[in-house]
C-alpha cells in the first residue's frame, strides 16, 4: 500500500505503509509509513491525483497530467491536450482516465495506449469536478457555468444539463450509484438518482475542500477547518466530528482492506493522517499513522497493489447498456433539467467536437515524454507569442 500526495511545491510523494505484528498485550496493529519516492516533474503547483493498479497519475496548474509507473517507479510521461489547469482526474478501471481542465474540456483517455479517444467541450467556464457512475456508463459534472451536466459515456455524448443557482466545485456519487452529491461552498444538496431531485441539505461551518462516501448513506465532509464531519445522508445529521489536523483539510481518501476501513486525509499542516473507521460511524475513527511531508499538501491517492481491477474498461459503445434507463430515471424531474432538442444536440457535437477526433493531430493525442513534453510547451509558448 501506498499513500501519495501532491503538494504546492511541485513535488508528489510516495509513502509505503506496511502493518507491523501487534507487539506483546497491544491489540491494535501498527502501521509504519516509509517514504518511498520524490516524483518533481511538474512545473506548478499540483492540483489532482488519481490512482489505478499500475500508475499514478497528476494534474498540474502547468496543464500537463503526468504518469507515474508503481511498479517500475519510473516516469512514464506526460499527456498535454488540455490548455488550463487540471482540475480533476478519475481512472475507471484500468483501461480508461476522464480528465477535466479550467479549458472546459473533458478528455477521456485510453490507459493502456494513452491516447485521446474523446475530447468535449464540457463546459462554457472551467470543469471544477467530475465523478464516475459505478456503471461506468455515466458521468457528472460541474463547472463554472452554474450548470451540472450528465453525459452518456457509452455514447460520449451529452444526456442532458441541470442549471444550478451557484457554481459547484465537487460532484460525488455514492458507492451503489443511487445518489449523488453537489457542492457549493459549504452546502451540500444530496439528490436521489430515481427523482434527480433534491432530497436533503447538509451545510457545513466552512467551505468544504473535500467529500468522501463512506457507505451508501455516510458522507465524510472536510473544509477549510481542522476537523472531519460524519453526516447521515438521510436524516441529514452529523453523526460525529474529530479533529483530524492543525490546519485546513486539503483532501480524503477512503479504502477497505480486510479487517479495515481506512479513510485518508491530507492538510496543509503538511501531514497526511490514516485512521481506523468504526463499524459505528457515530464513534469518532482512531489514527493508524502519520506522517509529515513539510509541504503544503494539495492531492491525495491511496494505490493498492492489487493484481487485478474488477472494473476492467468503460463499456463498450456496441454494448446494449442500462444508461436509458438510469437516463430515463433522472428525467422524471420535471424542474430546471434543460433537455437537448435533436437540432441543438447535432450543433453541440459539431461545436463541442463530441465526435471521436483522434485521427486529427491534436496537442497530446498521445503519450510523450518529458523532454518531448518541454519541447511542446516551447513552441507553444511561440505560438501564442507570435498570435500576440
Sequence with gaps: MELVAGCYEQVLFGFAVRPEPAAGGDHEQKWTPVADFTHHAHTASLSAVAVNSRFVVTGSKDETIHIYDMKKKVDHGALVHHNGTITCLKFYGNRHLISGAEDGVICVWDAKKWECLKSIKAHKGHVTFLSIHPSGKLALSVGTDKTLRTWNLVEGRSAFIKNIKQNAHIVEWSPRGEKYVVVMLNKIDIYQLDTASVSGTITNEKRISSVTFLSESVLAVAGDEEVVRFFDCDSLMCLCEFKAHDNRIKDMFNFEIPEHHV???????????????????????????????????????????????????????????????????????????????????????????????????????SLVSTKKRKMVEMLEKKKKKKKI
Aim: aromatic share 2%; glycine share 4%; with cysteine.
Design 263 to 365: 479513510i485518508v486525509t491530507a492538510s496543509s499542516d503538511g501531514f497526511v493522517k490514516m485512521w481506523k473507521l468504526k463499524q459505528n460511524k457515530k464513534v469518532p475513527p482512531s489514527l493508524l499513522c502519520e506522517v509529515k511531508t513539510n509541504a503544503r499538501l494539495t492531492c491525495l491517492g491511496v494505490w493498492l497493489d492489487r493484481v487485478t481491477d474488477t472494473k476492467e474498461s468503460l463499456p463498450p459503445a456496441a454494448e446494449p447498456s442500462p444508461v436509458s434507463k438510469e437516463e430515463s430515471k433522472i428525467k422524471k424531474e420535471a424542474g430546471n433539467i434543460v433537455q437537448e432538442e435533436e437540432r441543438q444536440s447535432k450543433a453541440n457535437t459539431k461545436k463541442c467536437g463530441l465526435t471521436d477526433d483522434s485521427n486529427k493531430p491534436t496537442k497530446g493525442n
